[in-house]
């Protein structure tokens, strides 16, 4: 298959058709090879409009959704992002070609050792893993906080104050709020006061976010 010439596709049809207009992010979706990032059963389907299954109940968001909250975070290219919810790597990557540094924290190993992979054979080395697989793992990543940009790629049932507490002047928080089935992607921007504001965008669905401030298994 020629996986260049549905990438196109993708961005044109999926992601630029829809409003998403950050000529960094656009260039990101159009430079990251999705088809890696899932199960090989899958590759043929990893342009297509959805989300797909990446293995212990987990998936890769689908193109539209990946794009919107990157675009969302105003990355310029010296940030330093913070990933909660590494998952198969996909927005990890996308992040990494458009921010200088990114932290992503994962609780399930073999989906964070997967997409370590995944992330050097692009050579994204500006990428710091880690694996939060233990019960009481901490929330986001305090000792390397503020954050410029903080992502959440799983659905909570509210903001969490720690990840808001890492986040540095004047950056921004980009998370699923709502039910364990059906959420709003929320945007937090913390201006140079420290005051926050809260802006509301499409309904989504997310796997939850398991433990300390999301949901309990």
């Known amino acids: 298959m020629n996986f260049e010439i549905l990438r196109k596709k993708m961005v044109q049809d999926q992601i630029v058709a829809r409003g998403v207009s950050d000529r960094r992010v656009i260039d990101a979706m159009l430079k990251i090879p999705r088809h890696i ?8 389907q990893a342009y297509n409009d959805k989300a797909l299954p990446i293995g212990e109940k987990q998936t890769i968001s689908q193109p539209y959704i990946v794009a919107l909250m990157t675009e969302k975070l105003g990355l310029t290219g010296t940030e330093k992002v913070l990933e909660i919810g590494t998952g198969s790597g996909y927005q990890t990557a996308v992040l990494a070609t458009l921010a200088d540094r ?7 190993r073999p989906l964070a050792l997967n997409a370590r992979k995944c992330l050097d054979s692009l050579k994204l080395f500006n990428v710091q893993l880690r ?3 233990r019960e009481g ?9 503020p954050f410029d940009a903080i992502i959440v790629t799983a659905g ?3 903001v969490p104050a720690v990840l808001v507490d ?4 004047g950056g921004r928080l980009v998370i699923p709020v709502g039910s364990d089935s059906e959420q709003q992607l929320i945007t937090i921007i913390k201006n140079e006061e420290g005051e926050l504001l809260r802006e509301s965008s499409i309904a ?3 796997v939850p976010l398991i433990g300390n401030q999301g ?3």
């Open 37 to 44: 990032f899932v199960q090989e059963a899958f590759a043929a």
């Open 102 to 108: 990114v932290y992503s924290a994962e609780r399930i």
């Open 131 to 133: 694996i939060n697989d």
């Open 137 to 145: 793992s901490p929330v986001g990543w305090e000792e390397e906080a």
């Open 156 to 158: 909570a049932p509210e």
């Open 166 to 169: 890492q986040l540095a002047r």
């Open 204 to 206: 989504c669905r997310f």
């Open 215 to 217: 949901w309990q298994i």
